[in-house]
């Protein structure tokens, strides 16, 4: 499948690194977002944005920080994250927001040490 | 905002049997209710949805119910096979172009052979 891919598929860092999470859509979709997947919190929504504009940011730490510089890409900075960031972050477009299917990206393993 | 509670968490079923996956929600402004299969080590995909305007949809094997009035809506998956075994979340949203897909928390399904 390649409409929606990630990468890296696996990042381990330490607390002090700083890395970045990339996606890209070629579906020609405009909303993108980023969730987090962990076993306490299946599917958390953490960002969205439309027609690259940030529409949603549901009350992220700071030290994890979105970037959509066009509507096919969508970036995730990461710096002094702690261990229990550790999770499967993924990516996702639609076609817009509200109700249309969402495609999932293969998600990025965290591992924070 | 919006609340999805799914029942059970884990669930176990002959290969033949029916499979039923329970979901409830909490605002009766919702609207639009997807269900994603998310299999071991992959991305989570649509599998059937259902807007308010409709009380049930059925594709093949699986089947959706909507209860408005009550708030819940239902997966049903019929003559279970064991490549239905994954993790199925439903979700609910305000639909339009404001709308998140807010996620249950997921219900393993495994299907013994």
């Known amino acids: 499948e390649t409409g929606v891919t990630q990468t890296p598929r696996h990042l381990v860092m330490g607390m002090t690194n700083k890395k970045s999470l990339k996606c890209e859509q070629h579906l020609g979709h405009n909303a993108m977002y980023w969730y987090k997947q962990s076993a306490k919190k299946p599917l958390e929504l953490m960002f969205v944005y439309s027609l690259e504009e940030r529409v949603e940011n549901n009350s992220v730490p700071s030290r994890f920080s979105p970037e959509c510089p066009n509507s096919s890409h969508l970036f995730l900075h990461l710096h002094t994250l702690q261990p229990e960031d550790s999770a499967l972050y993924l990516c996702a477009s639609s076609q817009d927001r509200g109700d249309y299917e969402q495609y999932f990206g293969p998600g990025t393993r965290l591992t924070v040490t | 905002g919006e609340n999805v509670e799914q029942h059970p968490s884990t669930l176990s079923v002959q290969e033949g049997d029916s499979a039923v996956i329970k979901c409830t929600y909490s605002?009766?402004?919702?609207?639009?209710f997807p269900w994603y299969k998310q299999e071991l080590g992959k991305r989570p995909q649509l599998i059937i949805d259902i807007r308010s305007n409709v009380g049930e949809k059925k594709d093949q094997r699986i089947a959706v119910t909507l209860n408005k009035t009550a708030k819940h809506f239902s997966l049903h998956i019929t003559e279970t096979q064991p490549e239905d075994s994954a993790v199925y979340f439903c979700a609910a949203s305000l639909g339009g172009s404001q709308g998140n897909l807010i996620f249950g928390k997921g219900t393993k399904l495994s299907v013994k052979p």
């Open positions: 605002d009766s402004a919702s609207n639009y």
